[in-house]
Nanobody, 123 residues
């Protein structure tokens, strides 16, 4: 599985960005997930979507502002990010894995990772 993340950039507080993550190769993993990592901090869970059923999960810090979705025909996942805040500044990584539901929040459970895309929220 190869994952290609894109869509990052610089945006002012309150602005929006949409990240994409295109998958190639085997695409039968159960979960398609976004993590992020800010400088000096650990990688943290942002959102996940079940590839088959489309169930979605969000970190409390992004609920109501971020929306995850997927296009199965294109093997692509998206993260629509609205009302961005400086605290959202990080490198965003996409990942795929087949962990059980309780494990989707732990980055150590994922085998396949994209290269990361930088999101900077600054005035």
């Amino acid at each position: 599985v190869q994952l290609q993340a894109s869509g990052g950039g610089v945006v002012q507080p309150g602005g929006s960005l949409r990240l994409s993550c295109a998958a190639s190769g085997r695409t039968d993993s159960r979960w398609f997930t976004w993590f992020r990592q800010a400088p000096g901090k650990e990688r943290e869970f942002v959102s996940a979507i079940g590839w088959s059923g489309g169930h979605t999960y969000y970190a409390d810090s992004v609920k109501g502002r971020f929306t995850i979705s997927r296009d199965k025909a294109k093997n692509t996942m998206y993260l629509q990010m609205n009302s961005l805040q400086p605290s959202d500044t990080a490198v965003y990584f996409c990942a795929r894995g087949s962990v059980v539901l309780s494990g989707i929040y732990d980055s150590r459970n994922y085998y396949y990772w994209g290269q990361g895309t930088q999101v900077t929220v600054s005035s």
